[in-house]
Nanobody, 117 residues
Framework: QVQLVESGGGLVQPGGSLRLSCAAS????????MGWYRQAPGKQRELVAA???????TYADSVKGRFTISRDNAKNTVYLQMSSLKREDTAVYYC???????????WGQGTQVTVSS
């Protein structure tokens, strides 16, 4: 069993930056993919970015060029560097980890990101 704990959320002005961290209680090497979803009030949860075990990455069109996902296997941590933040990036950001089978993924508890002046 792996527990995921997010950190790094907060209040930032438009155009600012934040870095989210997702620390796993166990090794992330066995996970097929890790990444971030977000959910804004009144909206469905959407995939923001993901990184596969081989290092390939994918991003939502709305964040391409502004967000960067990375992973540090030695620290069992995944990061989401967010730059040029916009008000529409305001949401609760959830870290997830996909197992290499069909079992449900691991989820973190979420961290709030608020972009406001």
């Amino acid at each position: 069993q792996v527990q995921l704990v997010e950190s790094g959320g907060g209040l930032v002005q438009p155009g600012g930056s934040l870095r989210l961290s997702c620390a796993a209680s166990g090794s992330i090497r066995s996970l097929a993919a890790m990444g971030w979803y977000r959910q804004a009030p009144g909206k469905q949860r959407e995939l923001v970015a993901a990184i596969l075990s081989g290092g390939q990455t994918t991003y939502a069109d709305s964040v391409k060029g502004r967000f960067t996902i990375s992973r540090d296997n030695a620290k069992n941590t995944v990061y989401l560097q967010m730059s040029s933040l916009k008000r529409e990036d305001t949401a609760v950001y959830y870290c997830f980890g996909n197992k290499p089978n069909l079992d449900p993924p691991y989820w973190g508890q979420g961290t709030q990101v608020t972009v406001s002046s």
